[in-house]
């Protein structure tokens, strides 16, 4: 997630700049889609920015998303654990209030940058029980000073339009060794269950082998009911989970494993595809497919080759990524999601995705039939960072920068 502090690679020679494991032809060409501006002249809050005591400092969108709920409002949750909602109107100026917790999450640190609020979800029947879901990591203490949390909220009972701070009920924590890789993506999937994406862990190279390590939950995709409740947890473990009962003590939450630092999960609307970016470390960076049950190879493999003294080549257990590109590229990826809008036909049913350090922006095409990536078209060769990536209730796309909300319009 964010910019990983990854070595890069250097006198590698000519590469190409992605490589899909396929033999067919790729589109790349440039898009007819411009990157501008969605809410040019909304205002953050002075105390949100610092402008009010004269320390200012970048909101840090990390999170933009609809509830679902038939208001026409986006939400958008910076990483200092404050959430805002507002009218998605090209024109708005103000945003509200929605809820602030800055005093339960980890403060952000610029030099450590992959801690704090970093996930915002609403429940299928928001409208009906006012129930949205977060991540953040835990403000420090002597005993947890890395603590990834999951948390249930409600909104006010005498206002649905404001989050209540004093409704949270903790689903799951999760020990950290270190402070980066976190994951942080909690959303719904098509079958009303909640995913959640947690990170390796941290450090390099995967120190405690966490990816392919059953017993615990880092470096995995999680699948939990947040409906039902099993006898001593705030929530119950699917029966169709991969790993229920089978190997024994493996974690009964894990959906898929073998991932690093998936930022982000998304759900095509059209096909219930599961979409993951997965930030890589040396010199790869990935775009996988999510299945139940499925090893996508970290700590073996990154991207579609051998990882480390302990690396593996392509083998039947584990699944390649299904496109990659290499840190001559860019260096962080920020996983987006398919695009099923009405606005910009030319992006019908591509997968938007961004790189964080370089902020280029791709649409990629995928054949599910053939197995193939058969376009990686440009958006954007270059700009500036790109954290995160959302839809409203229409199904438009917006991507954040550290200040900015950003959308698409066809060229000129």
Known sequence: MLLCFRSCILGLGCLSLFATGVMGEVDESTLPVKVVPAFPDLEWPEWLTGVDTGKPRDPRPIEITGAGDGSDRLFVATQYGTIHSFENNPHVTNMSLFLDIQERVMPFNPNTNEEGFLGLTFHPRFQENGEFFVYYTAAPTEEKPHLSRVSRFRTKANNPDEGDPDSEEVLLEIDEPYWNHNGGTVVFGPDGYLYIVVGDGGAFNDPHMNGQNLHTLLGKILRIDVDQKDKDLSYAIPKDNPFIGEPKFARGEIWAYGLRNPWRLSFDRETETGWAGDVGQNEWEEIDIIER???????????????????????????????????????????????????????AG??????????????????????????????????????SCGEDDEGEVYFTGEREIFTFAPTE
């Open 350 to 387: 591509g997968y938007l995705y961004a790189d964080y350090v370089s902020g280029q922006l791709w649409a990629l095409w995928y054949d599910p039939e053939k197995k193939e990536v058969i376009a990686n078209r440009s958006i954007r060769d270059k700009g500036a960072p790109v954290i």
């Open 293 to 347: 049950g499925g090893n996508y190879g970290w700590n073996l493999r990154e991207g579609m080759h051998s990882f480390g003294p302990g690396g593996v080549e392509p083998n039947e257990n584990l699944i390649e990524p299904i496109w990659e590109y290499h840190h001559d590229v860019g260096k962080s990826i920020t996983g987006g999601t398919v695009y099923r809008g009405k606005k910009i036909p030319a992006l």
